[in-house]
């Protein structure tokens, strides 16, 4: 079964507005990740944050972690056209593992 | 670097021939995964190999399916036979053991008529 799950599973806004996305997971977890996925390519790795971080800041990307509530939340500040993609949160549940489970995916629509 | 480079880019096969997916990881990386990605099921990890050993294939779906990779430079998934249900894309994706982020190939994409 699938670890993360992703909320809203589609979310269209104007470009300029904020982009925030939600990820539930059920287990505990060494560290989570964000990729992005434009159409028809392959996956692209955003950020990290380990357990132990609370939140973390890459560019226009802010990423916070609770691990009490095993939930992280993607923020998109100044979203652009280019923006627009599907964005899938990945968690990594045993340290040494390697393994990313991936949730379903929020699709991102910006308009122009 | 180039990558990760995946070949073929499009397969179109008829129901019951053999399929072969190749991937070449990033240089240097010791890790490696092949996924399957469809709108019904989402993205599923099939196998993963780390310096070349295979160490999960918990996820390849059935005996038609298997993965090896021979060296660091080169893997492959063969489907025999193949169905319709087989139909996705396929992506490979290498890694550094230590650094937990994988980068993705722009996929196969397998059309079993």
């Known amino acids: 079964s699938q670890q993360g799950e992703e909320d809203p599973q589609a979310l269209s806004i104007q470009e300029g507005e904020n982009a925030t996305m939600n990820c539930s997971y059920k287990?505990?977890?060494?560290?989570l990740q964000w990729y992005r996925q434009n159409s028809g390519r392959g996956l692209v790795h955003l950020i990290l944050?380990?357990?132990?971080?609370r939140e973390k800041h890459s560019g226009r990307l802010r990423v916070t972690l609770d691990t009490s509530k095993k939930s992280s939340s993607l923020l998109i500040t100044a979203s652009r056209a280019a923006d627009t993609a599907s964005y899938f949160c990945?968690?990594?549940?045993?340290?040494?593992?390697?393994?990313?489970?991936f949730g379903q995916g929020t699709r991102l629509t910006i308009n122009p | 670097d180039a990558g990760v480079i995946q070949s073929p880019r499009h397969e179109v096969t008829e129901m019951g021939q053999e399929v072969t997916l190749r991937c070449k990881p990033i240089?240097?990386?010791?890790?490696l995964f092949w996924y399957r990605q469809t709108m019904m099921r989402g993205l599923e990890l099939l196998i993963y190999?780390?310096?070349?050993?295979?160490?999960?294939d918990s996820g390849m779906p059935e005996d038609r399916f298997s993965a090896k990779m021979p060296n660091a430079s080169f893997s492959t998934l063969k489907i025999q036979p193949s169905e319709p249900r087989d139909s996705a894309v396929y992506f490979c994706?290498?890694?550094?053991?230590?650094?937990?982020?994988?980068?993705f190939g722009a996929g196969t994409r397998l059309s079993v008529l």
């Open positions: 994706a290498s890694g550094d053991l230590a650094k937990n982020i994988q980068y």
């Open positions: 287990t505990s977890i060494n560290n």
């Open positions: 944050i380990r357990s132990n971080e």
């Open positions: 990945a968690t990594v549940r045993i340290q040494g593992a390697q393994k990313l489970v």
């Open positions: 240089s240097g990386h010791n890790s």
């Open positions: 190999f780390n310096n070349n050993v295979p160490i999960d």
